[in-house]
């Protein structure tokens, strides 16, 4: 961002105006450009609304009483949104990648916000394992992972989610002679 030139107190009171005048352009050139930072300016058909907000990182600013504020501050070294109120500090929004296999990261006090991600893995053969990967690592912990199956055929299937959900992955095993064509899987975690 610019640096800009602002003189406090001009006009003085005992000085001639066209004494303070070139001051005072400085001045008012300085809130114009300052302005358009994030707003659009002055003699623009949009005048006065934002273009974007923007934040620096801070620390939380503290608050008394029923105040709320947001401001900007690092989570996992990356600057992100946050709201602070008498409850505490809340990251708004973190990482998120929206696909068929993807992670969407929900608002929660910090430093651990939750994390859902979700995903599919083609079929597993009978008697076989398959280990599937997260496409993020969760930072601190899984809490469930959920699995759902598509079959080929009306057979009895024999499968299970092996006990050892990280917070990488997970292992699934199927002990039938038929087969699932696709497993579709949910985690939830921080």
């Known amino acids: 961002m610019p640096n800009f030139q602002f003189t406090r107190d001009t006009p003085f009171a005992t000085h001639n105006p066209s004494s303070d005048q070139p001051i005072m352009q400085t001045n008012t050139n300085s809130e114009d450009s300052i302005w358009t930072v994030d707003h659009f300016g002055f003699n623009d058909n949009n005048g006065g609304l934002h273009k974007q907000v923007h934040l620096k990182n801070e620390a939380a600013p503290g608050l008394g009483g029923l105040d709320g504020v947001f401001y900007a501050n690092l989570a996992n070294g990356q600057s992100w949104p946050f709201w602070q109120n008498a409850l505490g500090s809340f990251q708004m929004i973190g990482r998120n990648v929206i696909g ?91």
């Open 100 to 190: 068929a296999n993807g992670y969407i990261t929900l608002p929660s006090p910090t430093p651990n916000p939750i994390i859902i991600q979700w995903g599919s893995t083609t079929a597993v053969q009978n008697s076989s394992t398959t280990a599937v990967s997260f496409p993020l690592v969760f930072p601190t912990a899984v809490f469930t992972v959920v699995t759902s199956i598509v079959t080929d055929d009306n057979s009895t299937i024999r499968f299970s989610l092996l006990n050892n959900a990280s917070s990488s992955g997970f292992t699934t095993t199927q002990t039938n002679t038929s087969h699932f064509t696709r497993l579709y899987w949910l985690a939830i975690g921080n």
